[in-house]
């Protein structure tokens, strides 16, 4: 089936750091990623969808300046936390979906990011 | 706007015993349905989707859904529960429109646990 590939996996770094989060499909072009965060017990939170070549579109109460989306090929989305701090402490999950609606979103691994 | 609504934050189930995970939507238009999976630390897995056809669709790891468009229902089951199926699951919906560019909507999860 489809690879979604997340990396990295596990993020330790000082607050005020930039963390970057790469999330490529491997098998398949995707028209479409989305950046999900996840707090410990609970579902998933929508924070923005990219599409390729174009702006990413960010859910209420995302800041945009903080959680920087770059989508610049079919294979590759991007997701920066600028300047991290304890508070963005969480489980980032990147989900990547082709042109068609019918077939379902394939998800990476997700990213868990520890902000000292 | 679609919503989904998992009335069960967990289940508990004795190993081979038969399992049913529920889950109810609100979409405006003809709904996409679809189940995943969570194991610790780690993204989605895709289950099963229902998009259109038969009302019971079968999916990974021996697991089915039946679609109930008068209840607005879309139940996980499986006949036979296995210890490995202890994880977290997740209901999610879309409408058909938008294609591949929509996001899903999550339930906000329910955890099962198969006792042996």
């Known amino acids: 089936g489809a690879v979604v590939s997340q990396h990295p996996s596990w993020v330790i770094c000082k607050s005020g750091t930039s963390v970057k989060i790469e999330c490529r499909s491997l098998?398949?072009?995707?028209?479409?990623m989305f950046w999900y965060r996840q707090f410990p017990k609970q579902s998933l939170m929508l924070m923005a969808t990219?599409?390729?070549?174009?702006?990413?579109?960010?859910e209420q109460g995302v800041e945009k300046d903080k959680f920087l989306i770059n989508h610049a090929s079919l294979t590759l989305s991007t997701l920066t936390v600028t300047s991290a701090h304890p508070e963005d402490s969480s489980f980032y999950i990147c989900?990547?979906?082709?042109?068609?609606?019918?077939?379902?979103?394939?998800f990476g691994d997700g990213t868990r990011l520890s902000i000292l | 706007a679609q919503s989904v609504a998992q009335p069960e934050d967990q289940v508990n189930v004795a190993e081979g015993n038969p399992l049913t995970v529920k889950c109810t939507y609100s979409?405006?238009?003809?709904?996409?349905l679809f189940w995943y999976v969570q194991y610790p630390n780690r993204g989605l897995q895709f289950l099963l989707k229902?998009?259109?056809?038969?009302?019971l669709v079968k999916g990974s790891y021996g697991f089915e859904a039946e679609f109930n468009k008068s209840q607005t229902s879309f139940h996980l089951k499986k006949p036979s529960a296995l210890v490995s199926d202890s994880a977290l699951y997740f209901c999610?919906?879309?409408?058909?429109?938008?294609?591949?560019?929509?996001?899903?909507?999550f339930g906000s999860g329910t955890r099962l646990q198969v006792q042996p």
């Open positions: 989900s990547a979906s082709g042109l068609l609606g019918k077939q379902p979103q394939h």
């Open positions: 229902y998009i259109t056809g038969d009302n």
């Open positions: 098998d398949f072009q995707a028209t479409t």
């Open positions: 990219s599409n390729e070549g174009s702006k990413a579109t960010y």
């Open positions: 979409v405006s238009g003809n709904p996409y």
């Open positions: 999610a919906v879309r409408d058909e429109g938008g294609a591949g560019r929509r996001a899903l909507t």
